[in-house]
């Protein structure tokens, strides 16, 4: 299964856990992970552009990604959050792809298929990942958001929001 297959939004969202009975599991570890708090200079925000849908293993590999950059700094230094739920179950018509399968079996049109992953709906403008940080590890917390955007695959937008007013000043410098 390839993630470009379902990264377009087409039809209603599959979310009734309780009608399947091979659920899958969800791939993301951990939601939020660094120390909270409101010591940080920065918020930084990943910001989707256009409408999507995001497969679980793509969400947690972006996640990964830009922590395990911003833990350079230290475990202590940045607080981050993941920001959307993978809801929309995914499901496949798997069928026979062995030597002489297309005289085997031709399929079914809009087979209901089975269940496959986790998905979740990005409208333009969401967040998608969002980090607090101090003003000496910003530098390496745009470069784990460049990082985190690769691994979502669609364009993506990055802002930064100064939550104190001497913020930017100690960047600059």
């Known amino acids: 299964m390839k993630g470009a297959n379902y990264r377009e939004i087409r039809g ?3 979310v009734r856990r309780e009608y ?4 899958p599991q969800l791939k993301i570890a951990r939601f939020s992970s660094g120390l909270a708090g409101n010591n940080y200079d920065f918020k930084m925000e990943l910001i989707s552009t256009e409408k999507l849908q995001i ?10 990604a830009a922590n395990k950059r911003m833990a350079q700094a230290g475990e202590t230094s940045f607080f981050s959050t993941l920001r959307v739920y993978p809801h929309v179950l995914l ?3 798997k069928m026979i792809a062995t030597a002489g399968a297309d005289r085997l079996q031709e399929g079914m049109r809009r087979a209901f298929g089975k269940s496959t992953g986790l998905a979740a709906r990005i409208r ?5 990942f969002e980090a607090y940080v101090t003003a000496s590890n910003l530098e390496l917390a745009q470069d784990g958001f460049k990082m985190a955007a690769s691994k979502i695959g669609r364009p993506t937008r990055t802002r930064i929001t100064p939550l104190k007013e001497d913020a930017m000043k100690t960047a600059e410098d």
């Open 91 to 93: 499901r496949e018509n």
């Open 20 to 23: 399947i009975a091979g659920k």
């Open 12 to 14: 209603m969202p599959y």
């Open 124 to 128: 333009p403008g969401q967040v998608i």
């Open 55 to 64: 497969r679980h293993n793509s969400l947690e590999a972006a996640r990964l």
